[in-house]
């Protein structure tokens, strides 16, 4: 298995609810990372996990809650979200912390908040 | 701070021609830059990458030019084929020993092959 799986594909949450984005990848990759992209514009780090341990945190708010289960996972709790987050949110992996230079990148998760 | 740009935002190119995207940066302590590529509906794909300490690197139809002096960085496609119709972004990668790679990442350039 040589992919970052992501789901759901798209998501429609109210500015109260409560959900979560998942990432997979099963390639014993120990490095983990979240990207947000709004549309037409470059993706940008939020977070990344180094052997599940939370190692960067680009000032992202408290809103945006991630999570890393085991080696293999990677969520993102969302709740009370703003209109101004949708946007394409990104997972990829890398085999080690800081010496591997390709990410492989899921899919995405299309976000919207009504 | 740190600025990763492109000069264009959009390069039409005939089929079976050669492509070149450019891009500029302003300030870097990276260890790496790289290109990614980001087809209609998918996560950016990586294409390649050069070391800070190299000016030169070539891959399969496609050659990455760095040149520090002037902060300019290229991807050159040979044989421009319809499949290399994407968002194309160069980045650059800062590793940190432990803690994971961080990419930033340039304002993009969509190429399109016109038959």
């Known amino acids: 298995d040589t992919e970052v799986t992501q789901t759901p594909k798209h998501l429609v949450m109210g500015m109260t609810n409560k959900k979560s984005l998942k990432c997979e990848q099963h390639m014993g990759h120990r490095a983990m990372y979240w990207y947000k992209q709004k549309a037409k514009k470059p993706p940008e780090l939020m977070f990344v996990?180094?052997?599940?341990?939370?190692?960067i945190n680009e000032s992202v708010p408290s809103r945006f809650s991630p999570e890393c289960p085991n080696s293999s996972l990677l969520n993102l709790h969302l709740h009370a979200l703003q209109p101004e987050d949708s946007a394409l949110y990104l997972c990829?992996?890398?085999?080690?912390?800081?010496?591997?230079?390709?990410?492989?990148f899921g899919p995405g998760t299309r976000l919207t908040v009504l | 701070g740190e600025n990763v740009g492109l000069h264009l935002p959009t390069l039409s190119v005939q089929e079976g021609d050669n492509s070149i995207i450019n891009c500029a940066y302003s300030n870097s302590a990276s260890d790496y830059f790289i290109w990614y590529k980001q087809e209609s509906g998918k996560g950016p794909q990586f294409i390649i990458d050069i070391r800070s300490n190299m000016d030169k690197r070539q891959g399969q139809r496609v050659t990455v030019l760095l040149n520090k002096t002037v902060k300019h960085l290229s991807l050159q496609i040979a044989a421009t084929q319809p499949g290399d119709s994407a968002v194309y972004f160069c980045a650059e990668n800062r590793g940190i020993k432990a803690a994971g790679n961080k990419l930033t990442f340039g304002g993009g350039t969509r190429v399109l092959v016109k038959p």
């Open positions: 996990y180094s052997y599940e341990k939370l190692s």
């Open positions: 990829a992996s890398t085999p080690n912390s800081g010496t591997d230079v390709e990410q492989f």
